[in-house]
């Protein structure tokens, strides 16, 4: 059993208290706006990312960073000033570079989706700023939660493409 068998459930459990929307974040529909749900996606990462090895202070440490490739959100329900934000992380699929991975945004008391993030990242060498693999540990990791997270259902908004539906 690997010494990171756990990091799975430590992902699932985090909490993400502190996060809610605040006024600069809202529209003139008084609604929060477009720009800052990835904002807010980018900030809740930083969670995950530390427990994967991939956050800001391992980047001084083994020199690799993780820069985003490509992100797709969907706006499932509005937020308001002051809904709390929870969120959760999954691992859909990995490779000694890549990770691509689904975030969900929760309204934090009632537990209804308000939006979906899907991106995938890829890690760079930050000292050639070209694609690099892994460092050992947190390649580890990611392996370590990936093999619990590929048992789960594949979120349905995950490879949604943007266009009109037609019947």
Known sequence: MSQY????????????????VRPEYLDRN?????????????????????????????I?????????????????RELKLGDPLDFTFQ??????KRIHYFMTMLHGRERWLAATLESISMCINMNTRRSGTWPEEPLARLR????VH?????????????GIRRK
């Open 5 to 20: 068998s756990n990091l799975a459930n430590e992902i699932d459990a985090l909490t993400y208290e502190g996060f809610a």
């Open 91 to 96: 691992i859909i699929d990995m490779d000694t």
């Open 30 to 58: 008084g609604h929060m706006n477009i720009g800052y749900y990835s904002v807010i996606f980018d900030q809740a990462l930083d969670r995950p990312w530390e427990l994967l090895g991939l956050g800001y202070d391992n």
């Open 150 to 162: 590929r048992q789960r259902a594949r979120p349905r908004e995950v490879g949604r493409m943007v």
């Open 144 to 147: 370590a939660v990936w093999e």
């Open 60 to 76: 001084a440490i083994n020199g690799h960073s993780s820069f985003a490739l490509e992100s797709h959100v969907t706006y499932q």
